[in-house]
């Protein structure tokens, strides 16, 4: 099984509707990620967690949400989907800062 | 405002030549500068890292080199191999350990290595 896994790993949805994407980790690692890759941008930082009671905006926050709710779970919601959002997501996680390992992505179509 | 600067986009070498990708930060409170490697369908893995203390660190094929006065530090794959085509990332984090340690990554570079 993966260290850090994904779910979904493709998702096609609607302008508007709410989506969630979940990040699980075996790890034991107190710190998660969530990153958007996109072509030409390379991995931009949306949220971090350093554990449960500690969440952080990253570089391009707006029109996203987190939740840590345990310390292997990290999950990233998009409220209202809109098409600009259309990317390959991924979670990520450390242990205190260290070598950040990812999970394999979700892609995420917005139509 | 991108924090760390990487070039160029894409890179195609012959096999056997030498690949160099470039990155430039701001902070100067970066201090651990790692490079990602990516292959099409999976997340990108650790490929080798260095922190400021030294300006030079090689694993194998793969040698960071890193310039602190000019915030730049790049990447050299020597021999370069086919197996090595990939998209490859340099990133920047602040104090590990501190309240603060989050990886920001550059642009990313595709690399094609010609057989």
């Known amino acids: 099984d993966a260290d850090v896994t994904q779910t979904p790993r493709n998702r096609i949805t609607k302008t508007g509707k709410r989506i969630m994407l979940e990040c699980s980790q075996t790890k034991g690692h107190d710190r998660m990620y969530w990153y958007r890759q996109d072509p030409g941008l390379g991995l931009r930082l949306i949220y971090y967690s350093f554990d449960v009671k500690d969440i952080n905006k990253g570089e391009i926050s707006d029109g996203y949400s987190v939740s840590r709710q345990a310390q292997a779970k990290f999950s990233l919601s998009l409220e209202s989907a809109i098409p600009n959002q259309t990317a390959l997501y991924f979670c990520?996680?450390?242990?205190?800062?260290?070598?950040?390992?990812f999970g394999q992505g979700t892609r995420l179509t917005v139509v | 405002q991108q924090q760390v600067k990487q070039s160029p986009q894409s890179l195609i070498v012959q096999k056997g030549g030498i690949s160099i990708i470039n990155c430039a930060y701001e902070n100067t409170a970066f201090d651990y500068f790692p490079w990602y490697q990516q292959f099409p369908g999976k997340g990108p893995a650790l490929l080798i890292a260095?922190?400021?203390?030294?300006s030079e660190k090689k694993e194998g094929r793969f040698t960071i080199s890193f310039n602190k006065s000019a915030k730049q530090f790049s990447l050299h794959i020597m021999d370069s191999q086919p197996g090595d085509s990939a998209t490859y990332f340099c990133?920047?984090?602040?104090?590990?350990?501190?309240?603060?340690?989050?990886?920001?990554f550059g642009q990313g570079t595709t690399l094609q290595v010609k057989p």
């Open positions: 990133a920047a984090s602040t104090p590990l350990g501190g309240n603060t340690g989050k990886l920001i």
């Open positions: 260095i922190r400021p203390d030294v």
């Open positions: 990520a996680t450390s242990l205190s800062g260290g070598e950040a390992f």
